[in-house]
C-alpha cells in the first residue's frame, strides 16, 4: 500500500491506496495548523491497519498550487517518509486533483481554489483531461474574462466565488457541487497510476508549487515560486 497526502487547502487529508484503490482514509478542515496535525493523522491511518510507514511501497503528495505554509508541510513529510523508508514519491497538481473527476464529460473543466483573501489559483483542462491553461492567479472577474465557451467549474474556489462567476458567465458557467474527498481522492488514482507505471518524482528536486510568495513579509508575485527543502 502507498500513502497519499494532500495538505494544499485548510481541507486536508491523507489516505492508503492499494493499486489505484482507496483502502482508507482520514480528511479533516484544520483549524491550528497542519505542522501539529499531520503526523498524528498519518500515525492514527497506519495504526488502525497494523502496519508501519517501513511497510509502504511508496509516497504520493498534492504539490500544489496551495497555501504556502499547509504545501510545505505536506512536502517536507511526505519527503521526510520517503527519505526515511527509501520509498518512492509521487507528485501531482493540485488543479488536476480537483478537475480530474469531471474529465472525459462534455465540456472543458475549470478547477480554482483560493489564493489569499480575494483571489483564485485556476487552470482549465480540456474535455478529455489534456491542460489548456497554466496554472494561474487572478482574481474570479479576470478568470471570467477568458471564458470564452461553456465550462465546468469545481474545486474549493467555488465555496467563496461561484456567485461572481455565475454572474458574470451566465449559462456559460456550470457550477459543480465538490467534496474535500474529490481531491483526495484523485490523488489515491493518479498516484496509483503513476506508481504502476513507476513514473516517479527525483526526491533531489521535487517542490512544492506555490505560484506566489506569503502575503506576510512581502508583496504578492503572481508567477511561479519554488523553494528548496531541507
Known sequence: MFLAIDTSTPYAG??????RTLVSHITWHSKFSHTIELMPAIKQLLSGHKISAQNLTAVCVSKGPGGFSSLRVGMSVAKGLAIAGNLNIASIGTLELEAYPYFNQEFPVCSMILSGKSDIASAIFSSDG???????????EQLSESIQTKTLFCGEGLVTHHKTIKEKLGTLALITEGSPMNRLSSLVDLGGERIESKDFDDINHIQPNYLKMPSIGGPKKRDTIRQRLT
Open 130 to 140: 489534456s491542460r489548456v491553461t497554466e496554472d494561474t492567479i487572478s482574481s474570479p
Open 14 to 19: 491523507i489516505a492508503l491506496g492499494d493499486g
